[in-house]
């Protein structure tokens, strides 16, 4: 007999980012090992990632991400149970389409109505509480880092990974979001070309990227530097890294498995919450890039995460704390039984 059938409606672009399709990748994986037939929702910018990191997927193609074009999609299929991974939705949208059926709800908000069987927020700082009056009576929560998705390649590196963490720094990687918002991998790489010698620095982006051209100059010339477009090599990426320059969304979590230290900049007001609580807990250096001062404050933090060792080794033992990388098959596991509750 055949696993259910699952319908992943999530958003992208370049005010969004690529982050939630890539989580909702790593959770279809997930979900696929354990027997279910995953497809994905596809409007353009959606489809252009997915072409870049995982053209096998099954997908149907929508107009845009717009609740209107995403419904009009989602009715012309069968499907037994869905998954969101879209900020733009809420609890109308989510009952119009799941008609009923099974819904699992990807969430880092907590500030609007959602219609959900089962909600997953990763937030280290997150509480039950900040969804009172946001879900349905008898919605499960998932919550915390330990159901962060991450990508298995990850988990499978983090025993090497941690074994050399606090060694002199020799690699930078640099990884701020695919999409690039507001070519801030080009400003932060220019501060930093000039404060590290001899270190490899690894850059990593979309081939949209507003920074690339800029940057392909200047890897042409700058021997130390390594362009990276639409990877497929994160993992061996953040393993062999000694410290990270990296945006605080969902690719926080894989560094975590892998205890990179990071001074972390936080480059979207939903992203600031998490970021505080990585702070606090001393599992990464963090910025706002919002910050007027921001300039000097990461030329100080970056000074100090390249000299001091037992800073960088108290920052891989808390960062890699929070999580393991084992959050996908947790929330697989937990939605198909859900699923077979529900007679899906």
């Not at 159901?147 to 499978?156: C, D, H, N, T």
């Not at 001899?198 to 390594?226: F, M, N, W």
């Not at 690719?251 to 992203?271: D, K």
């Amino acid at each position: 007999m055949s696993g259910p059938s699952i319908l992943i409606v999530t958003d992208a672009g370049p005010s969004v980012g690529g982050g939630h399709v890539m989580r909702s990748l790593t959770l279809a994986g997930a979900l696929s090992g354990q027997g279910a037939a995953c497809r994905f929702v596809a409007p353009p910018a959606v489809e252009a990632i997915l072409a870049a990191f995982a053209p096998e997927t099954e997908r149907l193609a929508a107009a845009s991400t717009s609740p209107g074009d995403l419904a009009d999609a989602v009715r012309a299929t069968r499907f037994d149970a869905i998954v969101f991974d879209h900020y733009g939705l809420s609890q109308g949208d989510h009952a119009g389409m799941a008609q009923r059926r099974p819904t699992l709800v990807i969430d880092d908000l907590a500030d609007r109505p959602l219609a959900a069987d089962l909600l997953l927020d990763s937030g280290p700082a997150r509480r039950a509480e900040d969804y009172d009056g946001l879900t349905p009576e008898g919605v499960r929560l998932l919550l915390g880092p330990q159901y962060a998705p991450v990508r298995p390649e990850f988990a499978a590196l983090r025993e090497t990974a941690l074994a050399w963490r606090g060694e002199p720094v020799g690699r930078v990687l640099v990884s701020l979001g695919l999409t690039d918002v507001d070519g801030v991998t080009g400003r932060l790489v220019e501060r930093l070309r000039p404060k590290v010698s001899d270190v490899g620095i690894d850059i990593v982006l979309g081939a949209e990227a507003p920074s690339l051209p800029s940057l392909q100059k200047i890897a042409r010339r700058d021997t130390r530097i390594v362009l990276h477009i639409d990877s497929p090599h994160m993992a061996r990426l953040t393993a062999e890294a000694d410290i990270a320059i990296g945006a605080a969304g969902s690719s926080t979590w894989e560094r975590c498995t892998l205890g990179l230290p990071t001074l972390m900049v936080v480059l979207a007001e939903n992203q600031r919450a998490a970021a505080r609580t990585l702070a606090e807990r001393g599992a990464a250096l963090t910025l706002d890039i919002a910050d007027p001062a921001f300039d000097a404050s990461f030329d100080r933090a970056l000074m100090r995460l390249t000299t001091d060792a037992a800073l960088r080794r108290q920052l891989a033992e808390a960062s890699a704390d929070l999580c393991d990388g084992l959050g996908a098959p947790r929330v697989a596991e937990t939605f198909l039984k859900l699923i077979a509750a529900k007679g899906g």
